[in-house]
């Protein structure tokens, strides 16, 4: 079956071959007939591939031995906003706003305690990454999301403080070098860079948990989840294996380092086209622009349906853009090749000279 270039923002593409090992786990898994779908969480199999998921994050990460633990809990990154709350707000937490996922951490936050913000970028429909940021040192973390998949901005550099630092990175986890021990709590949904939808990844430093006095539910708790060794219920088994398989992916493609190379690549390659094609235009600011999520518009809002039809017919999926801006959002996370950009490029430049302005 011949596969589309897909470039959605997510549940998104993942390598071919790992399509392949997957489709063959679901037929058989171990060897002895069973299904990866009727595999048990408990089992020795699974025991296996859990461990060695939470090993290759740490590994891929450079937090190995470094008093953090990986664990995949289930919720999506949509869970943390509360659970990182639920543990880690005493009085008062930080936030930087910079799009819809930031303020929706922001929402969560305020249940338990204080939230401040420190820096936004909502002035200008959240375009560019605020700079310059000063952290207050009496709030017990600063939360941040490090990429906005819906504005398309990403940090290049990260906000410099004494309190703990909290990232929501489920956009652009494991796709560049960057020093993960900065960060004191990192979280990921796994259908991004990770896996498929159902896991989420959560990579935290022992020393910060156990501050809070409030009582917390069981399986809301990071010190019982660690406990249990993130199978404290129902793992999702099958999510969990294919982010196992991916991030095996991951470091046989030489890691970050070849990935992070790769990325900018896809990423230069298609900017550039958006700024030389008199039909598009970039949303960020230039030096905020994500290498993950590229958002983009028509000059003219009648030429949106027109692109995304002619897109359609050249094998391209899932640049539409997000609901709340319009226009084309391409996501181009690890396992995007860069012939889906080419495809991408060239078809950018097909409708051009197609199209009477
Ligand atoms: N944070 C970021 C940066 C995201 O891109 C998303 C979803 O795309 C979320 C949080 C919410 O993730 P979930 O759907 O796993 O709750």
């Not at 990423?267 to 960020?284: C, G, P, Q, V």
């Amino acid at each position: 079956m011949q596969r589309l270039h897909n470039f959605s923002a997510g549940p998104c593409t993942l390598p071919d071959e790992i399509f392949e090992k997957a489709s063959q786990a679901v037929i058989n898994f171990d060897g002895s007939g069973l299904s990866i779908l009727e595999t048990s969480h408990r089992s020795e199999a699974f025991t296996e591939v859990i461990q060695k998921a939470q090993s290759l994050a740490l590994e891929l990460s450079g937090l190995k031995n470094k008093n953090y633990y990986a664990l995949f809990l289930h919720g999506g990154a949509s869970f943390q906003f509360m659970m990182t709350a639920y543990n880690l707000l005493v009085n008062k937490a930080a936030f930087i706003e910079t799009g819809r996922w930031s303020e929706n951490a922001i929402a969560e936050a305020q249940y338990f305690g204080k939230t401040e913000i420190i820096a936004s970028s909502k002035d200008k429909n959240h375009t560019y990454i605020p700079k310059k940021i000063q952290c207050p040192s009496d709030v017990d973390y600063l939360h941040f999301t490090s990429n906005n998949t819906i504005y398309g901005t990403q940090f290049k550099s990260f906000p410099q403080t004494e309190v703990p630092l909290v990232c929501d990175m489920s956009s652009d986890i494991f796709s560049r070098q960057i020093d993960f021990s900065q960060f004191d709590l990192i979280y990921a949904g796994a259908q991004k860079n990770i896996g498929p939808a159902g896991a989420t990844l959560v990579l935290v430093k022992e020393d910060i948990l156990g501050k809070v006095t409030r009582k917390i539910p069981s399986i809301l708790d990071y010190q019982k989840q660690i406990k249990a060794k993130s199978v404290y219920n129902t793992s999702p088994v099958f999510s969990i294996y294919v982010s196992m398989l991916n991030l095996e992916w991951l470091v046989r493609q030489g890691g970050l380092k070849v990935i992070e190379k790769r990325n900018q690549e896809k990423a230069e390659m298609l900017y550039h086209e958006i700024d030389r094609n008199s039909l598009f235009k970039a949303y960020a600011k230039k030096q905020d622009r994500s290498m993950m999520n590229a958002v983009f518009t028509s000059v003219d809002s009648k030429f949106d349906e027109k692109f995304l039809n002619f897109a359609n017919q050249h094998q391209i999926s899932g640049i539409k853009g997000h609901r709340s801006l319009g226009g084309f959002r391409a996501s181009m996370y690890n396992a995007l090749g860069i012939e889906s950009l080419e495809k991408l490029v060239n078809c950018m430049k097909e409708f051009e000279k197609n199209t009477n302005t």
